[in-house]
């Protein structure tokens, strides 16, 4: 059985960014039931030189939308970062999740050889389609995903390995 980047790019994303989308409303519930300010953990960081949840959000979801774009050599839709909510977050998280289904397989067939260049800053990265994703794509994601679960459960929200993973095909 051949394994396609649609199976590793657009099933793996949508999967991680439902789950973030379920770690959120945790989030949200958590702020809620102890009656304090839900933009306390929106704005709330790991360490004072790392990014807000909101912003672990917003590139989680970039990166996943822009990382397929280029796989599948189309232009990434562009979302402002002008989230202030839970709800908000949520709803750029099921934008990005539409997004991904909406690419066709066909598209992304092929595209493990694809020259694949990522500009950061001063610097910029060339890589083969498939290093790309294993190198860059999904290492990316999942740390900002993993760093807004752990912003949610340092500050107290209940969550646990199942909620990152979501739902499993139990034997």
């Known amino acids: 059985m051949k ?3 649609q199976a590793l790019s657009v099933e793996v ?3 991680t960014l439902g789950n973030l989308s379920s770690i959120l409303e945790k989030g949200l519930a958590h702020a809620t039931q102890r009656k304090f300010d839900p933009a306390v953990l929106l704005d709330a960081r790991l ?3 790392m ?3 909101t912003r ?3 590139i989680a979801c970039d990166l996943a939308k822009n990382s397929v774009a ?3 050599a189309q232009e990434p839709p562009r979302f402002e970062d002008n989230e202030t909510s839970f709800e908000q977050l949520r709803l750029r998280i099921a934008r990005v999740i539409d997004y991904l289904k909406s690419v066709p397989a066909d598209a992304l ?3 493990e050889t694809r020259d694949i260049r990522v500009p950061t800053g001063q610097r910029a990265y060339e890589f083969k389609g498939l ?3 294993q190198r860059w794509a999904i290492p990316n994601v999942f740390f900002h995903v993993t760093t807004a679960y752990a912003i949610l459960r340092h500050n107290g929200v209940e969550l646990g390995k199942r909620d990152f993973l979501g739902a499993l095909r139990e034997v």
Do not use: C, K, N
Request: hydrophobic share 55%; net charge negative; glycine share 4%.
């Open 131 to 133: 290093e790309f994703l």
């Open 47 to 49: 360490a004072p030189d």
């Open 13 to 15: 994303f949508a999967t």
């Open 3 to 5: 394994i396609s980047m």
């Open 51 to 53: 990014l807000p949840l």
């Open 109 to 111: 067939a092929g595209s």
């Open 56 to 58: 672990q959000v917003q």
């Open 70 to 72: 280029r796989l599948a």
